[in-house]
């Protein structure tokens, strides 16, 4: 009996003359990697369970969701992964080289009938080659490193066969759209997909590529291209060796044959929410605030290019946001080689260093709350590109639809562009001056105390700055003091009501307000200090927020617990706990006034 492609695969990755759907083979692995997302987690188990590495020829790092190194985790994390790479000899793709699946293309280490495995659920691409690839778990990724393999069931496999010719307008990603709409997103559930027909030999490694990274979403295993001579003479130049392509036996079996004709294919969008849910570009404007053009599915160089064609000597649409980012560095440079680069810029565009990008927290291409972006991503989950709603497109229509303003092709840019409908505001009732019912505050206060004898307590030990997006007040107070060393728990320990007792420069550094929100949140009644930074100091006096400054706090014995009483009226504190008493310098009349006010406000 013949076997499909992905069972050729696997047999001779498993040292077997023979295998079939279903069966549980132990798969040797060419190329093991492990992300800066769930590296750090692949490492405490190598080290947890005294794991040794099988073949560090074999073992890899890349650094693709974070690799601005912005984010305090990922930074972490990255680090973790580059000191364990340098004990055992392990090589790093670093921040500068782009998506991990991706530099395994450029650097020839996957190749038609290979086999990779990564913790990103993305590596099934790698069927664009003709090769098995696939997303896994840090267990997963350490035992394999440890042993050289991992056990896989082998899949069935459809076989697609893409009929007719496909309008010369249309692009790769409306292929995979127009195929999500005609499937959804679990027909081909836990599927092997070999996609075989005329259409399919004249597509570029690039639009393979875009195909294959939305398996995922088509909730297949993979998606497996036969490679055509371009890709095989290109993945022999990267490899430096010569490659044979895997195809699939003439009498192999498959769980069904099906044709599809491309020539019916439109050009489609995913409307928010869920990729499978797919519409042909609406009739009607739907106005966006920003466009995203990269991610491993159309990061490529041919995607960028077709960008620039459309934005070549146009404008992007007044207050709509364009971010590019190519997927590897490679591309980067090729695209500033071409002047590919003069053309976003000089459209407006934001150009990022190469990497994941918009599907991962904190890089360039989230969007906020009721923000509305089109993007060339290959996942649209709520919260996944930001918490606002977010459009999947090809590249042509994300680069049009940011020139018009509003979703469209490129077939139909306006000449001129439109003004956005503002909405209108909504009027308060009455003169429309805002009120608010004054609560009385209290000019004397007592609470228990935490005495912090530390001078030049800065904001990011106050409030750090991976915190900063956080901007509602009652979510605030449990980050406070979270990078003061020995007051890590100060969060979790302090209760409303209390009172804080430090040293001198108090705030010290940025301006952000969260590092005296963060007291509020927690119910904090006063802070007492021998000074405080410039910008706190107004902070806090703008917010009501009740600060007192005296030098002579070592004269109050503190220790944690004592009970205080502080007037703000006469700057007196009393220690209660150890009868002693103090005179520090009391409210101003300004600040005074904005206290009884609840604010500068």
């Not at 690039?206 to 036969?226: H, K, N, V, Y």
């Not at 371009?230 to 079996?253: F, G, M, N």
């Not at 990729?275 to 995203?292: M, N, Q």
């Amino acid at each position: 009996m013949g076997m499909t492609v992905i069972e050729k695969i696997m047999a001779a990755h498993a040292g077997k003359e023979l295998v079939k759907p279903g069966d549980i083979i132990d798969l040797f692995i060419d190329a093991r990697v492990a992300r800066d997302f769930g590296g750090a987690s692949v490492v405490q188990h190598m080290i947890r369970h005294h794991l040794e590495i099988n073949d560090t020829s074999r073992t890899f790092f890349t650094f693709d969701c974070n690799p601005t190194g912005s984010d305090q985790k990922y930074a972490t994390n990255q680090h973790i992964c580059r000191q364990y790479a340098r004990e055992h000899g392990i090589r790093v793709y670093d921040i500068n080289r782009g998506i991990g699946t991706h530099t395994l293309i450029e650097e020839g280490l996957a190749y038609p009938g290979s086999t990779s495995i990564s913790t990103d659920s993305h590596a099934n691409i790698l069927g664009a080659l003709g090769a098995f690839g696939q997303g896994m778990g840090d267990k997963d990724i350490a035992a394999a490193w440890n042993k050289g393999t991992i056990w896989f069931k082998v899949p069935h496999t459809v076989k697609l066969v893409l009929k007719d010719k496909l309008d010369p307008q249309l692009s790769a990603k409306d292929i995979v759209l127009n195929l999500l709409e005609i499937f959804g997103a679990d027909s081909m559930l836990g599927l092997a997909i070999e996609m075989t027909g005329e259409q399919v030999d004249e597509l570029t490694l690039d639009q393979r590529i875009t195909i294959a990274s939305m398996a995922t979403e088509l909730g297949a295993i993979i998606i497996l291209f036969p490679p055509n001579l371009e890709v095989l003479r290109y993945c022999q130049s990267r490899a430096r060796k010569r490659i044979s392509a895997v195809t699939a036996d003439p009498d192999a079996s498959y769980a069904r044959i099906q044709e599809v004709d491309v020539a019916g294919f439109t050009r489609r969008i995913s409307l928010p929410g869920k990729p499978h849910h797919t519409a042909e570009l609406p009739a009607e404007k739907v106005w966006i605030d920003s466009a995203f053009v990269g991610s491993c599915t159309n990061g490529r160089f041919e995607d960028l290019k077709a960008v620039a064609s459309v934005l070549k000597g146009r404008k992007i649409a007044e207050g709509v946001v364009l971010k590019i980012v190519p997927a590897t560095d490679r591309v980067w440079q090729q695209c500033m080689e071409e002047g590919l680069m003069e053309v976003f810029k000089e459209a407006g565009a934001l150009v990022s260093n190469a990497g994941c990008a918009g599907c991962a927290a904190g890089q360039v291409g989230q969007n906020g709350p009721g923000e509305v972006t089109v993007s060339t991503g290959n996942r649209n989950f709520p919260g996944k590109q930001g918490r606002g709603e977010v459009y999947l497109a090809s590249p042509e229509v994300v680069a049009a639809s940011a020139i018009a303003g509003y979703i469209t092709d490129p077939e139909r840019i306006p000449e001129h562009s439109l003004r956005r409908p503002v909405p209108e505001a909504k009027k308060a009732a009455g003169k429309g001056v805002f009120t608010r019912e004054r609560i009385p505050k209290p000019v004397e206060v007592t609470g228990k105390t935490w005495y912090i004898p530390k001078d030049h307590i800065d904001t990011d030990m106050i409030f750090h700055n991976r915190y900063l997006s956080v901007n509602d007040l009652d979510e605030m107070g449990q980050y406070t003091f979270r990078d003061l060393e020995g007051h890590e728990t100060f969060a979790d320990t302090a209760g409303n009501g209390d009172i804080v007792v430090t040293g001198k420069n108090f705030g010290s550094g940025s301006s952000r307000q969260q590092a005296v929100d963060c007291f509020k949140s927690l119910g904090i009644q006063c802070l007492i200090a021998i000074s405080f930074g410039a910008i706190f100091e107004r902070n806090a006096i703008n917010a009501a927020f009740p600060i007192i400054i005296s030098d002579r706090i070592g004269e109050l014995k503190l220790s944690d617990g004592d009970r205080l009483t502080v007037n703000f009226r006469t700057g007196l504190i009393y220690n209660k706990t150890k009868d002693i008493k103090i005179r520090a310098t009391p409210f101003s009349e300004i600040q005074m006034e904005i206290y009884l006010n609840n604010g500068l406000f």
